[in-house]
């Protein structure tokens, strides 16, 4: 017995003594990181960015750089909020995989079976799509279709899936990619069918709650009582960061709703990586854990140019998927009005990495990438901030669509209609009715669904007018309104041409109805 408890004793001392090294083995690594991180929020003059680093289940890095606001301040901390946005979708992913568990839900199950108005650009079509195809981003829509009518509108998720049919077709079912938000959007009514609870209640209660992530939150009512949060910020000329409201993206959370804090996201990383399990607790299975992680949708990729450190890539249902010198790596980032965030897996490493920021020009992917191969030991890292900065500041410079309309403008002419022949209801299948009204000699436009699209309009040349937002978007500035006419020279509808990356105005199509 004496001769167990002093080996016991050794082997514990010398475990330890192990496991102390192991950790000692970091302080390199979060040395050259936080220094690394130093020179990013410099260079990119983000306003803030807060980093986190996962290994082997525990948070073993945070820290927060830059100021919570510009001009301010306040640095963010592990505990500081961002709008994760898309980073969302793979609750949604996992809460369905739950359902699955449960026997509630098929992979392969029919999405009219459950919601019978759910359609698509074609009614055959629409019967066959099931619940992987809307994870994975392979119905047929375009990256992005269709998003023009959800962004900062009063629709509700079932509004906005009834409205689906009328996005126009990419690519056959099962044979792209499109990244697709409205997906996503059914998804977390796909949920609400099945459960009788939201989306929220649910991401509360199966996730949030028992992983004790008492700090994210889906609605902007809980942000005051959480306290300590970034403030999100616009991009004005590639440098200047200007402070902006956040914005409710609650009634389409599940696919982009959740505001949370690197603590937090250290504990939604180590679940996945956990195989499902919390504590004692197995929240979902591994068979289904890796159902969410295996490719559903491979990207168009081109062999004979592929690196050393990536020869496929794709998505499997919410998460990117790719190879990553020679190792499994599981990602998404997300994109909110005025915040950019990324979390990154390698599972095979037990390491995780997150990074949030509050500016549009930002950094997350030499951020992560650079503690990424950090953290994997590989000999040689590229200057990954250097390369995206010029990158970034190359596509700014070379984006020529706002110089184009400007340079394409003739000037010194008229409308020409009296501007009372302008005023009309015109109905856009996805936005609605939209006004356009004659106050105090200037022309108004309206949607009727979408406030802050309301803008003045002031002349531009023959039949367009520019649009004057009375509120500034982050994502589009310039923007104008073509009133079409047929050969007769009736006003029959609005053409409408806003330069940006994210948001389709060219779908809008209203026509004049009185």
Excluded at 476 to 501: A, C, E
Aim: hydrophobic share 35%; with cysteine.
């Amino acid at each position: 017995m004496k001769h167990f408890t002093l080996y016991f004793l050794v082997f514990f001392l010398l475990s330890n003594l192990s496991f102390g090294q192991k950790k000692a083995n970091y302080k390199s690594e979060i040395k050259q990181l936080d220094k690394y991180c130093q020179s990013i929020i410099a260079s990119w003059e983000v306003p803030s960015m807060t980093v986190g680093i996962v290994k082997d289940g525990e948070l073993i890095f945070s820290k927060g750089y830059g100021t919570k606001e510009e001009g301010g301040k306040e640095v963010p901390n592990k505990n500081t909020l961002y709008a994760i946005a898309s980073i969302s979708k793979g609750f949604t992913a996992t809460i369905i995989g739950q359902l699955v568990d449960e026997g509630k839900l098929h992979w392969d199950d029919k999405i009219v079976d459950y919601i019978p108005y759910f359609a698509v650009y074609d009614p055959y079509i629409s019967q066959m799509i099931t619940v992987k195809d809307i994870l994975s981003h392979r119905v047929g829509l375009g990256t992005f279709s269709g998003d023009i009518m959800w962004y900062q509108s009063d629709y509700t998720s079932k509004e906005i899936i009834e409205r689906i049919k009328y996005v126009d077709q990419s690519f056959e079912l099962r044979d792209g990619f499109g990244y697709s938000n409205l997906m996503f959007i059914t998804a977390g009514e796909l949920i609400k069918t099945v459960t009788g609870k939201s989306w929220g209640e649910n991401v509360q209660e199966r996730i949030l709650d028992p992983l004790g992530m008492d700090r994210t939150i889906y609605s902007l009512k809980e942000l005051d009582k959480k306290g300590n949060y970034a403030t999100p910020h616009m991009l004005i000329d590639n440098t200047v960061n200007k402070p902006i409201e956040w914005t409710s993206w609650e009634e389409i959370a599940a696919t982009g709703g959740l505001i949370s804090s690197v603590e937090d996201l250290s504990k939604w990383l180590t679940f996945n990586m956990n195989n499902g399990i919390i504590g004692e607790d197995t929240l979902m299975t591994a068979s289904t854990r890796n159902t969410i992680w295996k490719l559903q949708n491979v990207y168009t990729s081109d062999l004979t140019k592929a690196k050393v450190n990536t020869h496929f890539s794709g998505y499997g249902l919410g998460w990117g998927i790719k190879d990553y010198h020679g190792k499994m790596r599981v990602s998404h980032s997300g994109g909110y009005d005025g915040m950019i965030t990324m979390v990154t897996m390698i599972p095979d490493e037990n390491l995780g990495v997150i990074v949030l920021t509050n500016g549009l020009k930002s950094p997350i992917s030499a951020a992560s990438n650079y503690a990424v191969d950090l953290f994997m030991g590989l000999d040689e890292i590229p200057d990954y901030s250097s390369k995206y900065l010029q990158y970034s500041n190359d596509r700014y410079k070379n984006d020529h669509r706002i110089k184009d309309i400007e340079n394409s403008k003739v000037e010194g002419t008229k409308p020409t209609l009296d501007l009372t022949s302008y005023e009309g209801v015109y109905h856009s299948d996805l936005n609605g009715d939209i006004t356009v009204r004659l106050k105090d000699g200037n022309l108004t436009i309206e949607f009727e669904h979408q406030n802050m699209l309301n803008a003045k309009l002031t002349h531009w040349n023959y039949d367009t007018f520019k649009m004057e937002w009375y509120r500034q978007s982050p994502w589009f500035t310039l923007g104008t309104v073509k009133f079409d006419t047929d050969n007769q020279n009736k006003i029959i509808g609005l053409s409408f041409d806003v330069p940006n990356n994210d948001f389709y105005f060219n779908e809008i199509k209203a026509k004049r109805i009185q």
